[in-house]
């Protein structure tokens, strides 16, 4: 069956822009996370979405980062005005709830470069 | 504060052989934990999880270990292949439903 998908894959802009990054978790995953890895380094947790209730934004860096998921499922991460300490590849995960029992399902990431 | 950390940063192993990748952990509440294998360019692949009143799990050709008293988790492939060179992460659920990540291992499987 079709894993988490990210899109895009590959994303390069220019300081100050706003950028969109798109995730579809896996069907029937009520769960989804967002991360972000810089080079080199472990998995940075920035929010985490389950069903409708209101997601623990906990994680991010600033005001500039923020997301939604529309009707439970496709999730979008914005970053606005952004900084060159921004890049990094940003990866999403969807699990089947949000019992800590759960293991985390991750897509292949947008790599983001700011330029 | 508290911390996922990894013994060792890279480990040469030739083909055959078995790995044994380590984690510690601080946090004597975190009650799950999980490897993930991350190969370049791609994101981190689900390899087996234990529950803390586990001592042991196992899957195919891989191993986990529990060690509660020491705060130590460890990873055991066996007859390493050299399709398993990657990074491996372990994490830990730390903070309500947030993976914490280690830094990683990255694992060289040499013929």
């Known amino acids: 069956g079709a894993g988490v998908s990210q899109s895009p894959s590959n994303k390069v802009t220019e300081k100050g822009k706003d950028v969109e990054l798109r995730c579809d978790p896996i069907?029937?995953?009520?769960?989804l996370y967002w991360y972000r890895q810089s080079l080199g380094q472990g998995l940075e947790f920035l929010i985490y979405?389950?069903?409708?209730?209101?997601?623990?934004k906990s994680g991010l860096p600033s005001d500039r980062f923020s997301a939604e998921r529309t009707g439970g499922s496709v999730s979008t991460l914005t970053i606005q005005r952004t900084q060159q300490e921004d890049s990094a590849v940003y990866l999403c995960a969807s699990s089947l709830a949000g019992g800590r029992v759960q293991p985390q399902h991750f897509g292949d990431g947008t790599r983001l470069s700011i330029l | 504060g508290e911390s996922v950390g990894l013994h060792l940063p890279t480990l040469s192993v030739q083909e055959g052989d078995n790995s044994i990748i380590n984690c510690a952990y601080s946090?004597?509440?975190?009650?799950?934990f999980i490897w993930y294998k991350q190969e370049s360019g791609k994101g981190p692949q689900f390899i087996i999880d234990?529950?803390?009143?586990?001592d042991k799990r196992q899957g195919q050709r891989v191993t986990v270990l529990l060690n509660k008293t020491v705060k130590h988790l460890s990873l055991q492939i066996a007859a390493t292949q050299p399709g398993d060179s990657a990074v491996y992460f372990c994490a830990e659920n730390l903070i309500g439903y947030a993976l914490n990540f280690g830094k990683g291992t990255s694992l060289l499987v040499t013929p």
């Open positions: 946090n004597s509440a975190s009650d799950y």
């Open positions: 069907s029937g995953h009520t769960a």
């Open positions: 234990i529950r803390s009143n586990m």
């Open positions: 979405f389950q069903g409708n209730s209101a997601p623990d």
